[in-house]
């Protein structure tokens, strides 16, 4: 498709069949399970809702409205100008912009909603235009859903841990705290700081925006992109002797995050799942470097850099609080 990603969109949804406002969505869940028992598929809500269309004015003006906030996403960070052309790394990396941001998980939902009907309207639009495109978004879009489940549930306000050392020092297992100093002092993701090996350390150097020692290491943040980590030399020298008795440092995500849960409770927070690190870094480090000198849009600049955002609100979301 040509022009706008809004109307683009907007073309999607008024001639791929998707709209059907005004029409029975009764009559057509239930042709939609005839259809599904007599190809020997199971009537789930996720399959129904693959072979339904959009059938109220309300709906219609949300899902557009999420629609057009991915494509616009997948135009800004992928380049992609044909709507036509998005596919399940597409929706992924925005949904999980949306779990950056610390959107509340119903807020969430709606955004995997809207997705999986998009899926929907552009398999419908391949078909009868006879593009030969297919479509599947569901497994990425379920497999974020786990990961918002988990960070997203408990959520309301300012993610940040109000005392994140006394919550580390509250876990229960030596390797989660660790992790969670790790998350605390560089600021990375979970998966980031899950596997760490030998070949990622990079030593002891100097903070260029502040010239404090710290220690260094390499990892693969989203997208694969390359990025560099600091730490402590304490942090960072616990991690090497860990690495060096252990062969890498490893922890379970699911393990990690119920001992984050108990260690919450034991401390007296709210639990705002491993990413309320992440969300305490980027306070502690604005603040930082702000002391060694840095103006606050600098500092921001700084600190999207280190945590991997490519937008600089998403930074200065988390620096609200």
């Known amino acids: 498709m040509r022009g706008s990603v809004g109307s683009q969109m907007i073309n999607l949804f008024n001639n791929s069949g998707i709209n059907q406002i005004g029409e029975s969505k009764f009559d057509a869940r239930n042709e939609a399970r005839k259809t599904l028992s007599e190809s020997g598929q199971s009537a789930t809500s996720e399959n129904i809702a693959s072979l339904t269309g959009i059938y109220s004015y309300g709906t219609a003006e949300t899902y557009l409205d999420k629609w057009v906030e991915c494509g616009k996403f997948a135009k800004d960070e992928f380049g992609v100008r044909n709507i036509e052309q998005l596919t399940s790394e597409h929706i992924k990396a925005y949904l999980e912009s949306k779990v950056e941001e610390g959107v509340a998980y119903s807020t969430f939902q709606v955004n995997a909603a809207a997705l999986e009907k998009l899926e929907t309207a552009l398999n419908m639009y391949s078909e009868k235009f006879d593009k030969g495109n297919e479509y599947g978004f569901k497994e990425a879009v379920s497999e974020v859903r786990i990961t918002a489940s ?172």
């Not at 605390?184 to 979970?190: Q, S």
């Not at 440092?249 to 849960?261: E, G, M, T, V």
């Open 150 to 321: 988990a960070e997203l549930t408990r959520f309301s306000g300012d993610r940040a841990y109000d005392a994140p050392r006394a919550l580390i020092n509250s876990l229960s297992d030596d390797s989660h705290r660790l992790a969670a100093s790790v998350q605390l002092e560089a600021g990375v993701r979970v998966n980031e700081t899950a596997k760490i090996t030998e070949g990622q350390l990079r030593g002891i150097a100097t903070d260029t925006h502040t010239g404090i020692a710290v220690g260094k290491f390499e990892f693969e943040g989203k997208g694969g992109k390359m990025n560099e980590g600091q730490m402590s030399p304490e942090t960072y020298e616990k991690l090497v002797a860990h690495i060096a008795e252990h062969g890498s440092f490893q922890i379970s995500a699911d393990s990690y995050r119920n001992d984050l849960k108990n260690a919450s409770n034991e401390s007296g927070q709210d639990y705002n799942g491993s990413h309320g690190l992440r969300w305490s870094f980027a306070q502690e480090r604005v603040s930082e470097l702000q002391q060694h000198g840095h103006s606050l849009f600098v500092s921001h600049g700084i600190v999207s850099g280190e945590m991997g955002h490519n937008r600089v609100e998403i930074t200065e979301h988390y620096t609200k609080g």
